[in-house]
T-cell receptor, first 112, second 114 residues
Framework: KAGVTQTPRYLIKTRGQQVTLSCSPI?????VSWYQQTPGQGLQFLFE???????NKGNFPGRFSGRQFSNSRSEMNVSTLELGDSALYLC???????????FGAGTRLSVL | GENVEQHPSTLSVQEGDSAVIKCTYS??????FPWYKQELGKRPQLIID?????GEKKDQRIAVTLNKTAKHFSLHITETQPEDSAVYFC?????????????FGKGTHLIIQP
């Protein structure tokens, strides 16, 4: 079974731009969660999608949004990028809510 | 929401010795406690987890203990080996209040000295 796949692996953007990250979960997994990892703040929960619905959201501004498609693939969008958005963005999938989460390799976003 | 404290932030042990990492959490309703290992440049990998109806779980050299009354849980690694060097994160599944995702500790950088 293929693992969680995130694309692209690396991104360089400038302040004010927007970016879209993609996550393909493990086949059969319907829950996808997104996390931001930075050296200062560690791993922080962004949001979770299940069956195309955002069920839960962490404490991030509205510039961070996402969606999930009928095939469970998920995208995350960040608008009006700020320098502080530079981070490793990880997604994790699980077979159902509150089950074991498996992480993708992440997308490293650098905002210049 | 949930608050997770993890200690120590750095732990250096001699190869063959044991390592213990501790986490405390704030919400007594939390019921799932995984531990992840993240090697440099790689994704977090689940190494062991425990649910609230169990006090201890063991998998070869790794064990986790949970004290629900005191709201803390610990990771124990025995007979440490060089490949155990990594950053370890504890996590807690917080249920309710609009943020039902994993809340992570800040991580422990485990260094195995040869």
């Amino acid at each position: 079974k293929a693992g969680v796949t995130q694309t692209p692996r690396y991104l360089i953007k400038t302040r004010g731009q927007q970016v879209t990250l993609s996550c393909s979960p493990i086949s059969g997994h319907r829950s996808v969660s997104w996390y931001q990892q930075t050296p200062g703040q560690g791993l922080q929960f962004l949001f979770e999608y299940f069956s195309e619905t955002q069920r839960n959201k962490g404490n991030f501004p509205g510039r961070f949004s996402g969606r999930q498609f009928s095939n469970s693939r998920s995208e995350m969008n960040v608008s009006t990028l700020e320098l502080g958005d530079s981070a490793l963005y990880l997604c994790a999938s699980s077979a159902a809510a509150k089950n074991i989460q498996y992480f993708g390799a992440g997308t490293r976003l650098s905002v210049l | 929401g949930e608050n997770v404290e993890q200690h120590p932030s750095t732990l250096s042990v001699q190869e063959g010795d044991s390592a213990v990492i501790k986490c405390t959490y704030s919400d007594s309703a939390s019921n799932y406690f995984p531990w992840y290992k993240q090697e440099l440049g790689k994704r977090p990998q689940l190494i062991i987890d425990i649910r609230s109806n169990v006090g201890e779980k063991k998998d070869q050299r790794i064990a986790v203990t949970l004290n629900k009354t005191a709201k803390h849980f610990s990771l124990h690694i025995t007979e440490t080996q060089p490949e155990d060097s990594a950053v370890y994160f504890c996590a807690v599944l917080y249920s309710g209040g609009g943020a039902d995702g994993l809340t992570f500790g800040k991580g422990t950088h485990l260094i195995i000295q040869p």
